[in-house]
């Protein structure tokens, strides 16, 4: 008699997390032995729930690793100008090593400018342009912080990408691209695929790595995954019932896979402890 028993192992965030946070702290109380506090400064502009919440977790996981953090709110009438002129004072005060400003911005901001008005040496999401660069030419440089999350679940499994093939779902700038560079990176071949992609069934089941992306429900089955395949799902939705749940269907996709990410307690805990890194990093270079 056959069971349909779940066979995936599933990869921890919330474990992976605190095992990094805790090298993270240690080093930090390297550098303020040195005289030096990481510090990063969080921009939110307007009111938006869920920016808020994310803030919250950002400036509390600062507070977690001993660094210093700095939130400036501001109302959602405040002028580009003036925005731009707050990133140009944090990029001057040597006590901030990072600088983020929480997207989405009002609309009548431009992001853009937003993004590259922040020094590419405090550029700890990795969104500026000189951080893209530098993840394109293999330089050193900011990654993107959940990509690199992504990244160090693979690494958490001891998972040796040469050769595999890893098809990524979504080609934001944000998760996508990024993520497909350091895939390459590792000798990975890489497959892009968005809502474009004509049968991205054919390319999933081709797939040893599957990394979803895309912010859209069931966009990954079982019928989908290769035996043994690893899937991260990167995605954040809510399912009929309001809870939490990312773009792979987790029960069906479990029975087959060989490693998955859950929703919620899979990249996203990562996604601030990679921003927790990014800005230790920075602290570390500025030191030297």
């Known amino acids: 008699m056959i069971t349909n028993t779940p066979t995936a192992h599933i990869i921890d965030g919330i474990a992976l997390s605190q095992k990094l946070r805790t090298d993270i702290t240690a080093r930090a109380s390297a550098l ?15 009111e938006n729930p869920a920016s808020q919440v994310y803030v919250r977790n950002k400036v ?18 405040m002028a580009e100008a003036e925005l731009l002129a707050r990133i140009e004072a944090l990029n001057n005060d040597p006590a ?5 400003v929480q997207l989405p911005v009002p609309k009548h901001i431009d992001a853009n400018k937003v993004i590259e ?30 990509p690199y999350g992504c990244m160090k679940m693979l690494e958490s499994i001891g998972y040796d990408l ?34 474009a992609t004509k ?17 859209k429900r069931d966009v990954v089955t079982a019928d989908m995954v290769k035996p043994g395949a690893v899937v991260l799902d ?10 939490l749940c990312g773009d792979v269907d987790f029960e069906g996709v479990r029975q087959v896979a060989g490693y998955i990410t859950p929703v919620p307690g899979g990249v996203g805990p990562m996604t601030i402890t990679m921003l927790l890194m990014n800005t230790l990093e920075a602290a570390e270079r500025a030191a030297i």
């Open 96 to 100: 901030i090593h990072g600088i983020l």
């Open 117 to 146: 008005a922040i020094s590419p040496l405090k550029d700890v999401d990795g969104f500026h342009i000189a951080s893209a660069g530098a993840l394109m030419t293999g330089m050193p440089g900011f990654w993107p912080c959940t």
């Open 32 to 46: 303020k032995a040195r005289g030096i506090t990481p510090g990063l400064a969080v921009i939110l502009v307007g």
């Open 162 to 195: 040469k050769g595999k093939h890893a098809v990524v779902i979504g080609r934001s700038n944000i998760v996508g691209k990024p993520m497909a560079l350091m895939l390459l990176q590792k000798n990975a071949t890489v497959t892009i695929c968005h809502s």
């Open 234 to 243: 990167v995605g954040m939705n809510r399912n009929d019932e309001g809870k």
């Open 60 to 77: 509390k996981g600062c507070q977690d690793c001993g660094f210093h953090s700095v939130l400036e709110k501001f109302d959602a009438t």
């Open 199 to 215: 049968d991205l069934k054919a390319f999933t089941l081709q797939a040893d790595v599957i990394v979803a992306a895309v912010g």
